[in-house]
């Protein structure tokens, strides 16, 4: 690959592209830029990962070079091909694609144990055959040395016997653990003679009953690494920490060696990234699987109504740091609204109703209305609404008591219908047993359609509306935060996180009146309710009952917050 041209690059953001910036400046790698995006095939791909997928991919395409996709299929006890397929779904519904670069380091175990024996006999590795509970015990601490296993002293021939025959099937899970022969009292814990190998008589979802020993995954990563000939191999800060060992394994090997680079993983407010947790939450029946629209998953995105543009977006402007810190979700919501600003036709639901009676217009009468499909995008064009005697409105937009700043319909009060009349409210009906309010009777003025009355007068409020005779009946998905507190990271250890998850983080609304071009919403299409929110429709949705799913509200917190702090002075 030749070095690509980087005169029309833009100058380094962080701290990533400067480091690659040097590698091609220096020569080192021969002026390639190589990156892989390395998930385990045990869950389903959440927001976090989508961090990182924009980083190896955006990292390659910027520098004309490459990024695999790497499978790190070293634990068959919970991969499958399910996860697999849904990743790899997820992955070019951001818009990314890895051409014929998709990798699995089970592919790769005939070579990694060939390395663990050359580890062997070049006295770098042993059989233990001590329990992982006494293994552990005699690690050590930070300030404690690690004891020597007994079995550390093993013959090279004793080891390789042992090894092989392990990999026959010999013994029973547990009875023996292949581990480097480090040093037991390395200030690093990981360098501590670290396991390698571990039985599991378990059948992999791709090699089939082939192996009854499985690499543990910081022997296989760095190795995988090594032979795809990656050079940047970006990784969350967690596995800083695993770095000595990945240099370890590489220089002792003797193999081509890749450059690990850490930044800080995303952590997003009212939000959990831990799979074990995600993964209860779903086992549990807390959520509806892992595609519910509350869910951090990109497939709970997507059906929420998350576009992969937001979500890029989201991402640049999040950066990477060598610091862990806290992402407001507003951001990811504003960058979504940006996105659907542009994007999605205008239409008109109701959430709450509220009947209105026209008395003076005509019974019977049906006028079809110019509506605007975008006003941020004229090419959109228009549609037509159909407006009768009998329409609903939002309950919320009536008040028979309004307070000073109230603007919109009260007794004797005149509103803009949106694309429509004036109307003035002139009587309240109400529920003879309860003293609810379920009915107005209000009249309009003709000569107001589209537009201001001709002698001058202004209202102070517009109000969406549905024609009852015309209206579809829907049902509205509306979700908020899974969880009530800000920080996840916050809950103390010796108390159970569940306690923290938002009993309404969804709201179902059913029988709520929109408009009748709804009937042609596709699953998938995404829509702004004038006034509410941003909508998606749900798979479940039929040409009778469509469902809408909230993606995020009209109220932009984010810009809020920017405001704020430009106020107080801060960046």
Not at 155 to 160: F, P
Not at 249 to 278: C, W
Not at 414 to 427: K, M, N, P, S, W
Not at 502 to 520: D, T
Request: glycine share 6%; aromatic share 10%.
């Amino acid at each position: 690959m030749t070095e690509p041209d980087m005169r029309d690059k833009p100058a380094s953001t962080d701290f990533i592209r400067q480091r690659i910036l040097e590698d091609l400046k220096s020569g080192r790698f021969g002026g390639r830029v190589h990156t892989r995006f390395p998930p385990e095939p045990n869950g389903y791909l959440h927001i976090g990962h989508a961090k990182s997928i924009c980083l190896n991919f955006g990292v390659a395409e910027e520098f004309g070079g490459l990024c695999n996709l790497r499978f790190d299929d070293t634990d068959p006890t919970k991969e499958s091909r399910e996860f697999v397929e849904a990743i790899k779904e997820d992955i070019r519904w951001l818009g990314f694609d890895w051409g014929d670069r998709e990798y699995y380091a089970s592919d790769y175990f005939e070579q990694l144990y060939e390395w663990a024996v050359q580890l062997i006999k070049a006295g770098k590795a042993y059989v233990d055959s001590q329990s992982l509970e006494e293994i552990r015990q005699n690690r050590g601490t930070i300030t404690e040395p690690g004891k020597e296993s007994p079995y550390r002293n093993r013959s090279v021939e004793e080891n390789l016997d042992l090894f092989e025959r392990m990999r026959k099937g010999e013994f029973p899970d547990g009875a023996h653990v292949l581990r480097a022969k480090i040093d037991m009292a390395s200030k690093h814990l990981i360098l501590r003679d670290p396991i390698m190998y571990r039985i599991r008589h378990v059948r992999h979802y791709r090699q089939g009953d082939k192996w009854c020993i499985y690499p543990m995954y910081d022997f296989a990563h760095g190795q995988s690494d090594s032979i795809e000939r990656i050079t940047h191999s970006l990784c969350t800060l967690e596995f800083e920490n695993n770095r000595p060992l990945y240099d370890w394994y590489l220089d002792q090997l003797g193999i081509y060696h890749p450059q690990q680079i850490e930044f800080a993983r995303l952590n997003l407010t009212y939000t959990v990234m831990s799979k074990r947790r995600l993964a209860a939450l779903v086992e549990e029946g807390l959520v509806d699987g892992w595609d519910d629209p509350r869910m951090p998953t990109l497939r709970g995105l997507r059906r929420r109504g998350y576009t992969p543009e937001a979500i890029r977006n989201f991402c640049a402007r999040i950066g990477v740091t060598k610091y862990d810190a806290l992402t407001d979700i507003a951001l990811l919501e504003h960058c979504l609204r940006e996105d659907l600003n542009k994007r999605a036709p205008r239409v008109m639901a109701v959430l709450h109703p509220l009947r209105v009676v026209i008395e003076n217009y005509p019974e019977g009468q049906v006028e079809e209305l110019e509506a605007i499909n975008n006003p941020e995008d004229p090419s959109a064009g228009t549609r037509k609404v159909p407006f009768s005697r009998v329409l609903y409105i939002e309950r919320e937009d009536f008040m028979e008591e309004p307070p000073k700043k109230f603007y919109r319909l009260a007794p004797g009060r005149e509103v803009r219908l949106r694309y429509a009349y004036f109307i003035r409210c002139t009587d309240v009906v109400k529920d003879a047993r309860t003293g609810e309010v379920v009915e107005l009777r209000c009249t309009y003025d003709p000569a107001t359609r589209g537009g201001d009355a001709p002698d001058g007068r202004k209202v102070k409020a517009t109000i969406h509306w549905v024609s009852a005779a015309h209206a579809l009946s829907a049902e509205v998905r509306l979700y908020d935060h899974l969880f009530t507190i800000r920080d996840t990271g916050d809950i103390p250890e010796d108390e159970d996180w569940r306690n923290y998850l938002n009993p309404n983080s969804r709201q179902i609304l059913k029988n709520c009146p929109v408009e009748p071009s709804l009937r042609a919403a596709k699953p998938g299409a995404h829509y702004q309710f004038e006034r509410i929110g941003y909508f998606c429709v749900d798979p479940d949705s039929t040409a009778e009952t469509p469902v809408f799913n909230r993606a995020v509200t009209l109220r932009d917190t984010w810009a809020k917050i920017q405001k704020q702090m430009q106020a107080s002075g801060g960046a």
